[in-house]
């Protein structure tokens, strides 16, 4: 086989608040070799480690902001959050759900916990990352999909290893209903103690991953809870086997659009007049009205 070597292991970096709910470790674009260009259509990833979020009555979160030219995946592990936007969606996810939402053109989104949820407290874990949008489609309508769990791909491993939950993309014969706008495979691998599960995507594609519970051997290399794993550009499959009880692995591969990336706080597009105009835009009332 030709397998994909390991370009790096890196723990997660000290934690910085997204507004007033989300404690996140940033790993893209924040750690050297795992920035935009690198991680390519990858642009953000954000992880809020295991929490326990105390009940309130008034639900924490991040009030009412801009997006334009990229998609926001967020990845529900433990607890519930509840998104609107200005294009009129919103939904609630919880846990094993997936959000999936395309600013493109631009809109203004809000994300709270649940109110029930926030009454009641508990374990909070999610990931958000940012997919970049090629720019034939960054100024294309806004849209959202809601992905509840039981609509994810699954593949049952043998030998009573686990299963793959897939998001997006392929894993054998079993396909993710996300739509994305360039080739991108998402998913879980959800393992017992002992099993095991192997991948192949392209040699080019920028491919890495996030051990969200218990820990693994990537191709046979030790990695920790909560630490994050840079596949080299070399080389098609690897393979992750479970060390620990109920094991959960978040499996991102993703094809280079090698497009100019220019980001500005919740911008990101190929150009730095795209980017004043982006703000120009806003403050001409072009993405909405959203209520905070």
């Known amino acids: 086989m030709n397998y994909k070597k390991i370009a790096f292991v890196t723990h997660p970096q000290e934690t910085h608040w997204v507004g007033d709910g989300f404690k996140v470790h940033n790993f893209i674009p924040g750690i050297p070799g795992l920035e935009m260009k690198d991680m390519d259509p990858f642009i953000l990833l954000d992880y809020n480690a295991k929490m326990e979020v105390t009940p309130s009555d008034t639900p924490r979160g991040v009030g009412v902001h801009p997006h334009r030219g990229f998609e926001t995946v967020t990845i529900a592990y433990n607890g519930k959050v509840q998104h609107h936007d200005s294009a009129g969606n919103g939904g609630i996810i919880g846990t094993g759900d997936v959000q999936w939402m395309t600013a493109a053109s631009g809109v203004l989104h809000k994300e709270y916990y649940e109110k029930e949820w926030s009454r009641q407290g508990g374990t909070f874990q999610m990931v958000q990352l940012w997919t970049n949008l090629p720019k034939a489609d960054k100024m294309s309508a806004p849209g959202y999909q809601a992905i509840p769990n039981e609509t994810m791909g699954r593949y049952i491993l043998p030998g009573n290893s686990g299963f793959v939950e897939v998001i997006a993309g ?55 809870e909560n630490n994050f794993v840079k596949f080299e550009n070399k080389g ?26 220019v980001a500005y706080g919740p911008f990101v597009m190929n150009t730095k007049q795209e980017i004043m105009q982006a703000f120009d835009d806003l403050n001409h009332g072009k993405f909405g009205y959203l209520e905070d």
Do not use: C, W
């Not at 879980?188 to 099993?195: D, E, M, Q, S």
């Open 170 to 224: 392929k894993y054998n014969d079993v396909e993710g209903p996300a739509h994305t706008h360039s080739p991108i495979s998402l998913m879980n691998a959800r393992l017992n103690l002992g099993g095991k599960a192997t991948f192949s995507f392209p040699e080019n594609y920028n491919t890495a991953l996030l051990v969200v519970q218990g820990s693994i051997l990537a191709n046979e290399i030790d990695v920790p």
């Open 236 to 261: 098609e499959v690897f393979t992750v086997e479970a060390t620990e009880p109920d094991t959960v692995v978040l499996i991102m591969s993703g094809k280079p659009l090698h497009e100019p990336i």
